[in-house]
């Protein structure tokens, strides 16, 4: 129900832009954020957005990524920009989903972001 996609292989300083679609019976969908996991490591927030657009992003994303909705499409975007070799990792969509009268949590099935010169 969470479909992400737009990660790929890019230079250290280079830009990615990855995009996340919730489909399905959807009456709302509530936050919206990504995540990102490193091999050995746990998996992290990087940035959110309400249904309102208020944001919020890990330091390690703040000035560099940005995090973007649109409430039509129900699909968030992340900008990421001056990427940096730390930043590889699979990254995951998240999003609390209505569907009919109960909320779900839903996870996208995660793509691969590499950052190597």
């Known amino acids: 129900q969470l479909q992400a996609s737009g990660g790929g292989l890019v230079q250290p300083g280079g830009t990615l832009k990855l995009s996340c679609v919730a489909s399905?019976?959807?009456?709302?969908?509530?936050?919206m954020e990504w995540y990102r996991q490193a091999p050995g490591k746990m998996r992290e927030l990087v940035a959110g957005?309400?249904?309102?657009?208020?944001?919020n992003y890990a330091d390690s994303a703040k000035g560099r990524f940005t995090i973007s909705r649109d409430n039509a499409k129900n699909t968030i975007y992340l900008q990421m920009n001056s990427l940096k070799v730390e930043d590889k990792a699979v990254y995951y969509c998240?999003?609390?989903?209505?569907?009919?009268?109960?909320?779900?949590?839903?996870w996208g099935q995660g793509t691969q972001v590499t950052v190597s010169s």
């Open positions: 957005i309400t249904f309102g657009g208020s944001t």
């Open positions: 998240y999003a609390e989903i209505q569907n009919g009268f109960r909320w779900d949590d839903y």
């Open positions: 399905g019976s959807i009456v709302s969908v509530s936050a």
